[in-house]
Structures are given as structure tokens and as C-alpha cells.
């Protein structure tokens, strides 16, 4: 119990960090990527403008994109260590909590487990707890993937617009730039929405091929 409390304080606190930071350069992102896509328009926030000053604005869009990707990159290195250990233990987690609710569903000795309620509602509840957890970090990391892709494809769109367009996009869209972003737990695996049901699909399996593991010793225990 000491154990699981103080990963639950770990997690939380964790996930919050990233909520907090992820979140606020999604949002950065998602303003940028509104500011880009006036260039598909040809207009500026103040109505049409000069070629001057729409090659000068995109510059600095574009720059401003760079360094967020930067600090995306870096939040992706920083965090890959804490991303990986947090699923690992998260994964055992929610595995062995499962298998210990399952165990005691289908208990038949009731004498043995009086407790049956007690040890399903902890069950459940630690499971519950790294759900949520595990949900926050996993939208988070998607939410700033997605808004960064999604520049990459605004900028796609404005590159057809003119060739002044063209020249200055070619010169930041480096190959880095042009590749998707992704967080990963230290490049293992990738983390995003698809995550939680990934887990969950590998327990569901992990419980049934027990269930069925354990109807089969029933059935030859009883022919014997």
C-alpha cells in the first residue's frame, strides 16, 4: 500500500506538470497555427497587406514555430525517463490489480474471501486512479502533437500561395521540421490517445487467456 501511495503521489503530481506545461504550448501552437492560416486567405488580421509585410509577419511565424518545436523536442527528452517508468509501473499496475479483482470474482470459497467487497472496491479504485492518470498524460501528449502537426500542414497549404511564400519556408522547414511530432517513453513506444486502449486491450487479453486457463484446470479436475 505504501508503495502504490507514494507512485500514485509520484503520477499525479507528474501528470500535472505535464498537463500544465504541454497544455500551455498547445494553446501557443493552436494561436499560430490561426495566424498561419491567414496566408492561405492572402489577408492579415488587419485585411490585405502588403507582400513586405506578409513575407515579413510569416518570418517570424515561422521562426517563433522553430523555437516552440524546440522546446517540444526538449520536453520530449526531458520527460521520455519519467514517461517510461510512469507506464511501466502503471501497466504492472492495472495488471495485477485486475488480475487480483478477477481472482476474487471468481473465487469459490467464500469463507476465504469475506472481504470479497473490501478487496474489489481497492481493486477497482487503484485502477480507476491510474486510468485518470494515465488519460491526462496521454491527452496532453496528443493535444501538442496534433496542434504541431497540424502547422506542418498549414504550411504546406501556404507554400502554394506564392513563390515569395515558397522561399522563405523553404528555409526553415528543415528535415526536423517536416518530421511528425511524436512523444514516446524515451523512444520505446509512443504515447497518445491510442495508448490507453492499447494497455487495456493487452490486460483484457491477459484476463481471458486466464480465464481460460483456469476453466480448463476446473473442467479436467472435475473429470478426474
Same mark, same amino acid.
Given at each position: ?21 504541454l497544455?500551455?504550448?498547445? $494553446?501557443?501552437?493552436e494561436?499560430? !497555427?490561426r ?18 509585410? !506578409?513575407?515579413?509577419?510569416?518570418? %517570424? ?6 523555437? $516552440? ?6 520536453? !520530449?527528452?526531458? /520527460? ?15 495488471? %495485477?490489480?485486475?488480475? $487480483? ?12 474471501? @469475506? ?13 480507476? /486512479? ?16 496534433s @496542434? /504541431?502537426n ?5 504550411? /504546406?497549404?501556404v507554400?502554394?500561395e506564392? +513563390? ?10 528543415? +528535415? ?8 514516446? =517513453? ?6 497518445? !490517445? ?19 486457463? #483456469?476453466? =480448463? *484446470?476446473?473442467? #479436467?479436475?472435475? *473429470?478426474?
Open positions: 500500500m505504501l508503495v502504490y501511495s507514494l507512485q500514485m503521489l509520484y503520477s499525479g503530481v507528474f501528470a500535472v506538470y505535464l498537463r500544465t506545461v497544455k500551455s504550448l498547445a $494553446l501557443r501552437i494561436f499560430l !497555427n495566424r498561419l492560416d491567414a496566408f492561405t486567405r492572402q489577408e492579415g488580421p488587419g485585411g490585405r497587406r502588403s507582400d513586405r509585410e !506578409n513575407w515579413r509577419e510569416l518570418s %517570424n511565424l515561422i521562426e517563433v514555430f522553430c523555437k $516552440l518545436r524546440y522546446i517540444t523536442e526538449n520536453m !520530449n527528452s526531458v /520527460a521520455g525517463v519519467g514517461l517510461l517508468f510512469f507506464f511501466g509501473f502503471a501497466f504492472y499496475t492495472v495488471t %495485477n490489480q485486475s488480475y $487480483l479483482a478477477f481472482s476474487t470474482l471468481t473465487a469459490r470459497s467464500s469463507s476465504e474471501h @469475506a472481504d470479497l467487497a473490501d478487496t474489489m472496491g481497492l481493486s477497482c479504485a487503484w485502477v480507476l /486512479a491510474e486510468t485518470v492518470t494515465m488519460a491526462v498524460i496521454c491527452s496532453s501528449c496528443d493535444c501538442l502533437a @496542434a /504541431a497540424t502547422t506542418s500542414q498549414i504550411l /504546406a497549404r507554400y502554394g506564392s +513563390k515569395e511564400f515558397q522561399n522563405i519556408i523553404d528555409k526553415f522547414l528543415t +528535415k526536423s521540421i517536416k518530421q511528425e511530432v511524436q512523444f514516446t =517513453a524515451y523512444g520505446f513506444f509512443a504515447i497518445d !490517445n491510442s495508448t490507453l486502449f492499447k494497455i487495456f486491450s493487452a490486460v483484457t487479453t491477459y484476463l481471458s487467456h486466464l480465464g481460460a486457463v #483456469q476453466a =480448463a *484446470g476446473g473442467l #479436467q479436475g472435475g *473429470g478426474g
